[in-house]
């Protein structure tokens, strides 16, 4: 039970960091087209604080979920999908339940589509298959933390705003390894593809067990009063047109995700630490995804104001 507070504890205050950073993938392109990375950099290396929560599994005789696979094009497809999805969206996978707890209800859709996303590629029945790779090494975890000890040395030389920016940022990669110890399938993806396939196979033994929903509105419960304080929770439902638009996004992003073998939360936290080939292909593909999607938006579908 003592575990179970403090996982619930750990995703309350991940879902306020992650709300009031602004985590969000779309909002990382849109700063960077416009000059400046430094948001994008620092979601790209918001888990470089994960060697302290793997140190702490291999200590306990458990092993941190990483995601360590060689690269192939599904990968590159899955990422670029989940990048056109996103950028239609308005947001990613986190920032998806972010604009939802802020009152946006055309999120609703997105989680939906993703369901159908998830479940429409298990029915095509694709060759995927993955090579997996060795598990990170003391190497890896020994250039981890020299790179999050001089980037957070760097951080704190820095003005309030960088302070703010990237010790949130890297405060969410530490909460969300720990987070993993306790339940490696936490994550919105994570649920979201065990609920997809429940729903394509019908079995009552595949659902989720409880804790995982608990943890998912504990996450929520941060977000919503992150929002409520920051004064930016706002219940709205746009019009039917808008709806579609979601569902057809969440759909890109199922499907996405599910041949990349995880949205961008999993590929973040899980991959890219663990210098996965597949990671590093796949989050390069979503953002290039994200760039023209944003293009196509602007372009063609944007018909409000949708962004993170």
């Known amino acids: 039970m003592a575990l179970f507070l403090g996982a619930l504890m750990l995703a309350v205050l991940l879902g306020y960091l992650a709300q009031s950073t602004g985590l969000c993938m779309v909002r990382g392109i849109k700063e960077w087209l416009g000059g400046n990375p430094m948001f994008m950099l620092a979601i790209l290396l918001s888990g470089v604080w994960a060697w302290v929560a ?58 939906t589509g993703w369901i159908i996303g998830w479940c429409a590629l298990a029915n095509l029945e694709l060759d995927t298959a993955v090579t997996e790779l060795p598990a990170p090494s003391i190497p890896t975890y020994a250039a981890l933390a020299i790179l ?39 994550t919105p993806s994570g649920l979201l593809h065990d609920l997809s ?10 659902w989720p067990l409880s804790p995982r929903y608990y943890l998912l509105l504990a996450l929520l419960g ?5 929002a409520w304080r920051i004064k930016q929770f706002d219940l709205s439902s746009p019009r039917w047109s808008v709806w579609l ?64």
């Open 54 to 111: 793997a140190s702490t599994a291999i200590f306990m005789g458990n092993v941190l979920p990483f995601k360590v696979y060689e690269a192939n094009g599904w990968f590159a497809l899955g990422g670029l999908l989940f990048g056109l999805g996103t950028a239609f969206n308005q947001g990613c996978g986190v920032s998806t339940l972010s604009k939802l707890s802020r009152g946006n209800l055309q999120m609703l859709a997105t989680l």
């Open 148 to 186: 999050s000890v001089a980037i957070t040395v760097w951080a704190l030389l820095g003005d309030k705003l960088r302070k703010k920016l990237w010790l949130g940022m890297m405060g969410i990669g530490l909460l969300a390894s720990f987070l993993f110890l306790y339940e490696p399938g936490w």
């Open 222 to 226: 941060g977000m919503i009063f992150a």
């Open 245 to 308: 638009i979601h569902l057809l996004a969440g759909v890109l992003m199922g499907l996405g995700a599910a041949l990349a073998m995880g949205g961008n939360d999993s590929q973040l936290l899980l991959a890219l630490p663990a210098f996965s080939p597949s990671g590093f292909v796949t989050v390069v593909s979503m953002m290039i995804g994200i760039f023209l999607g944003l293009k196509i938006d602007a372009k063609y579908i944007s018909v409000e104001d949708r962004s993170c």
């Open 197 to 206: 396939a429940a729903v394509l196979h019908g079995e009552s033994t595949r």
